[in-house]
């Protein structure tokens, strides 16, 4: 017999959860972590200013009404120490840390058709078996690593978001850069500026960036207490995972001064729910280019500067086509006299030097670099594991796109299940919601093999087929794939390009997966 039934791979959000469900079902499962501690995202990206971007009250789990009572969250939008509090209540709520081993990253996974088991190696060279693996990898837990020239000739401090030290870090009055501008280059400059003496901001291409108005977690949180099973049904059957109200009126339909009150209204309330207020944002051009022009204006009442306001404008990609950033001050930061931007389109960074960065014919005097420069998105944290089944690697596989059925499993390597894999919706929802969903079908799934006296489970090749040209089709209708972004994996050179999440929505796709499950799991072989 292997040495679990389900071997966890990560005690990230999604990890966690796995663990305790299946648990609570009688099996034998074990995670492995190579972190030192559970909170998966939460526990790396601890640099300044990270927070979420979905309200805390609904970035939170579901399955357990007590749980969801008791943990008092501070703020709208929860900051990264708090969210890794709660990661740790957790595994000590429900007494999971017993269960995981920590420090070790598995490295291999190779199956076995006779055994019926996977093996799974890690980097200290441990050796474990199990039934079944549950890649809990993150979607977004692969750094990428910009190879740019000189690098390690620098002789500052070189940090990156993705992995920021646990100790202080003291960037007082310093001569700080900050290469990238998403999310977390967006959150980590709006929080230094203040402190540090110089701030230069390497910007490669603006991001359209709507306010989070973060405030206190109340009264907000009482009223969600007070109805939480009706929010979380909402969120599971929503498009995005989270409480939002879609525009059902077109664009192009609607009065320009009424597009225009819509549009204060929701930036008046703040959060992601911006592109949801006409449909026609993400499918027509010209309804786009509407919403996209609005935050230009609003870019351009923050910053005194016209021109570094229109720098700071995204004109090259549809808005929302790339994940919007949600900020709280980043445009005023523009305002600070210690705040400049270099605009890499104008002046490409060319090399490191040991005093600093030459970008066109400058050079920049640094005395740290922090490099907010993304992920390796969706495919690269099971990448950069070997996992073998008869003769082939997932890699080899995956080398012209990863190849999913429902972002679950993939044919040809049985009894590995994947959590939030490529074309699921995942990273376009709250993530935890999508977590949530698929920990459970995962869970039911191995329930029912236990039942019905089944060891294997494997995606057909058919079955996988139609999925993946399902959700390339969908993906074509909107200007998503528009976008040089990493849903595409457009930011790592080489990645081939193809659409990787699943745009139908949480609540669609729900209604697929689990009618999938109900139909005796058709599409999978079972035996
Ligand atoms: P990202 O969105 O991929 O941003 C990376 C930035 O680095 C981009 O501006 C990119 O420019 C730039 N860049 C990459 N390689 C570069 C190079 N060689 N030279 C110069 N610039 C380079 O990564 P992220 O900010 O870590 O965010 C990733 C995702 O994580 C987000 O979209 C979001 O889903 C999630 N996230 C969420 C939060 C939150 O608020 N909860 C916070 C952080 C992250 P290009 O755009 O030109 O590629």
Redesign the pocket.
């Known amino acids: 017999m292997p040495d679990h039934d389900a071997l966890i791979i990560g005690a990230g959000f999604a990890g966690l959860y796995q663990l305790h469900l299946l648990r609570g079902r009688g099996f034998d499962a074990h995670v492995v972590e190579a972190g030192a501690d559970v909170g998966g995202t939460w526990y790396w990206?601890r640099y300044p200013g990270?927070?979420?971007?979905?309200e805390s009250v609904e970035y939170s789990y579901s399955f357990d009404p007590d749980l969801e009572q008791e943990w008092e969250w501070s703020e709208r939008?929860a900051a990264q120490p708090e969210l890794h509090a709660y990661a740790r209540h957790v595994a000590d709520r429900f007494d999971l840390r017993k269960d995981i081993t920590f420090g070790v990253r598995i490295t291999a996974l190779d199956w076995s058709e006779d055994r019926r088991e996977w093996t799974v190696t890690g980097d200290d060279g441990s050796v474990r078996t199990a039934r079944h693996v549950i890649a809990a990898t993150g979607c977004?837990s692969m750094p990428?690593r910009?190879?740019?020239p000189g690098l390690a000739e620098f002789a500052g401090e070189l940090h990156r978001?993705?992995n920021w030290p646990s100790e202080d870090v003291d960037l007082t009055g310093k001569r700080v850069a900050v290469?990238?501008?998403?999310?977390?280059?967006?959150?980590t400059i709006t929080a230094i500026a203040p402190v540090v003496g110089e701030l230069t901001v390497?910007?490669?291409?603006p991001?359209f960036a709507v306010p989070a108005h973060n405030g206190p977690a109340q009264p907000r949180l009482a009223e969600a207490r007070g109805r939480y099973r009706e929010i979380r049904k909402a969120n599971r059957l929503s498009p995005d995972g989270f409480q939002c109200h879609n525009g059902q009126i077109p664009l192009l339909d609607t009065d320009p001064a009424a597009v225009h009150a819509e549009f204060d209204r929701r930036w008046e309330t703040g959060g992601l729910c911006f592109d949801r207020s006409f449909p026609d944002i993400l499918t027509d051009l010209t309804a786009n280019e509407t919403a996209a022009e609005y935050v230009r204006s609003r870019i351009r009442a923050k910053v005194r500067d016209p021109e570094l306001a229109e720098k700071l404008s995204p004109r090259t990609y549809p808005i929302a086509s790339?994940?919007m950033?949600?900020d709280t001050g980043y445009y005023e930061v523009f305002n600070r006299p210690n705040v400049s931007l270099v605009d890499?389109t104008e002046q490409p960074?060319r090399w490191f030097t040991r005093r600093g960065i030459v970008a066109g014919d400058t050079e920049h005097d640094l005395d740290v670099v922090i490099?907010?420069?993304?992920?390796d998105?969706m495919t690269g944290a099971l990448d950069a594991i070997d996992i073998r089944s008869g003769g082939r690697t997932l890699r080899e596989k995956w080398a012209r796109g990863p190849r999913t059925y429902l972002g679950l499993m993939s044919a040809g390597f049985p009894n590995l299940f994947l959590v939030c894999g490529p074309q699921s919706p995942s990273?376009l929802s709250n993530m935890l919601t999508s977590i949530e969903q698929h920990v459970e079908w995962i869970g039911t799934a191995l329930a029912y093999l236990k039942d019905h006296d089944r060891t294997r489970m494997e995606a057909l090749p058919e079955n996988e087929d139609n999925w993946v040209t399902t959700t390339n089709d969908l993906a074509n209708l909107t200007l998503m794939p528009r976008a040089?972004?990493?849903y595409l994996g457009?930011?790592i050179p080489g990645k081939e390009r193809v659409f990787m999440p699943f745009v139908g929505g949480v609540g669609l796709y729900k209604q697929v997966s689990e009618g999938v499950a109900a139909a005796r799991y058709h599409g999978f072989d079972l035996s």
């Open positions: 990206n990270a927070r979420c971007d979905i939008y977004l990428s910009p190879d740019f978001t993705s290469i990238g501008t998403g999310s977390s280059g967006l959150q390497f910007q490669r291409t991001c790339k994940r950033c949600v890499l960074i490099l907010a420069t993304g992920f998105a990273v040089a972004s990493w457009a930011n």
